[in-house]
């Protein structure tokens, strides 16, 4: 009970902010101008209508998902530490674990649902003008988006409990997406070359960045044989299969997202609160 009142306060609190609005704003915007630009009726291998819109809303939503989600959730524990929350909260019968996990699932609700509610927007639209709609590819782009979310959400929570200070904990959280964003296919090909190091161990490193497993997932679906990423496809495709690896794409975010999340907690329980 503590833990779901906990969660609504939560939602409550982050309803009422500024980012919340900017946040929900930026991906309904998204979507919007998608129409505007008439992207519905372009095409790109093939693909035209809401998939063509899927397609490249997903791609803008790995770049600008996982930034939002760590900047504001890292302000979490972090910012209420330093507004002397902890104090106030120990006095009240609530228990340690209620709070932090009810904060965690307050806070996902409130940055999945924007998310997720665009795409449905665009649905709506669709079924409105009579497009046709690939609900499989909805359902599980719908599937990447929460695992996503949830995944950089628990690293958010993890950053916010060891920062002694919401601003450290800002400048964590960037630290953070910039180095999951350099070691991208780009910087890990270079390193290869360089260093002359065994492709399986590359794509290795690779897969471990969640931010290359939603990227890949994504292309996934409307490109099977993976061509977009080379030779490295095979080694993917051959330890995987194309099931199997959209399978492992929303398995391992929402891993990472958990173990962080139980890792922060861990650490929040032995730390100094006040």
Same mark, same amino acid.
């Given at each position: 009970?503590?833990?779901?009142?906990?969660?609504?306060?939560? /939602?409550?609190?982050?309803?009422?902010?500024?980012?919340?609005?900017?946040?929900?704003?930026? @991906? +309904?915007?998204?979507?919007?101008?998608?129409?505007?630009?008439?992207?519905?009726?372009?095409?790109?291998?093939?693909?035209? !209508?809401? %998939?063509?819109?899927?397609? %490249?809303?997903?791609? $803008?939503?790995?770049?600008?998902?996982?930034?939002?989600?760590? /900047? %504001? %959730?890292?302000? *979490?524990?972090?910012?209420?530490?330093?507004?002397?929350?902890?104090?106030?909260?120990? *006095?009240?019968? &609530?228990?340690?674990?209620?709070? @932090?996990?009810?904060?965690?699932?307050?806070? @996902?609700?409130?940055?999945?649902?924007?998310?997720?509610?665009?795409?449905?927007?665009?649905?709506?639209?669709?079924?409105?003008?009579?497009?046709?709609?690939?609900?499989?590819?909805?359902?599980?782009?719908?599937?990447?988006?929460?695992?996503?979310?949830?995944? @950089? $959400?628990?690293?958010?929570?993890?950053? *916010?409990?060891?920062?002694?200070?919401?601003?450290?904990?800002?400048?964590?959280?960037?630290?953070?997406?910039?180095?999951?964003?350099?070691?991208?296919?780009? /910087?890990? $090909?270079?390193?290869?070359?360089?260093?002359?190091?065994?492709?399986?161990?590359?794509?290795?490193?690779?897969?471990?960045?969640? $931010?290359?497993?939603?990227?890949?997932?994504?292309?996934?679906?409307?490109?099977?044989?993976?061509?977009?990423? !080379?030779?490295?496809?095979?080694?993917?495709?051959?330890?995987?299969?194309?099931?199997?690896?959209?399978?492992?794409?929303? &398995?391992?975010?929402?891993?990472?997202?958990?173990?962080?999340?139980?890792? +922060?907690?861990?650490?929040?329980?032995? *730390?100094?609160?006040?």
């Amino acid at each position: 009970m503590h833990l779901l009142l906990t969660a609504y306060t939560d /939602i409550l609190e982050s309803l009422r902010a500024r980012w919340f609005f900017v946040y929900s704003g930026i @991906f +309904g915007g998204i979507v919007v101008l998608l129409f505007l630009f008439g992207l519905t009726e372009s095409r790109i291998m093939g693909f035209t !209508g809401i %998939t063509r819109m899927m397609i %490249t809303y997903i791609q $803008l939503s790995m770049a600008i998902l996982p930034i939002f989600i760590l /900047i %504001t %959730t890292v302000r *979490s524990v972090a910012g209420d530490r330093e507004a002397g929350v902890f104090e106030y909260l120990l *006095s009240l019968p &609530i228990n340690l674990n209620s709070w @932090f996990w009810g904060k965690m699932l307050g806070r @996902f609700v409130v940055v999945f649902l924007p998310v997720f509610l665009a795409l449905v927007g665009a649905i709506i639209w669709g079924v409105a003008n009579g497009a046709d709609v690939p609900w499989n590819i909805f359902l599980y782009y719908s599937g990447l988006l929460f695992s996503l979310s949830w995944c @950089f $959400l628990g690293i958010g929570m993890l950053i *916010s409990t060891l920062a002694r200070s919401a601003d450290v904990a800002q400048g964590a959280a960037f630290i953070v997406w910039l180095a999951l964003i350099l070691f991208l296919d780009l /910087i890990l $090909l270079g390193v290869m070359i360089r260093e002359s190091l065994n492709p399986d161990l590359i794509v290795a490193m690779a897969l471990v960045n969640p $931010l290359q497993v939603f990227r890949t997932a994504a292309m996934l679906l409307f490109d099977p044989q993976l061509v977009l990423l !080379g030779p490295s496809a095979y080694l993917i495709l051959d330890h995987f299969g194309e099931k199997g690896y959209l399978i492992w794409s929303l &398995i391992y975010p929402v891993g990472i997202g958990t173990l962080s999340g139980w890792i +922060g907690y861990s650490i929040f329980l032995r *730390s100094d609160l006040p």
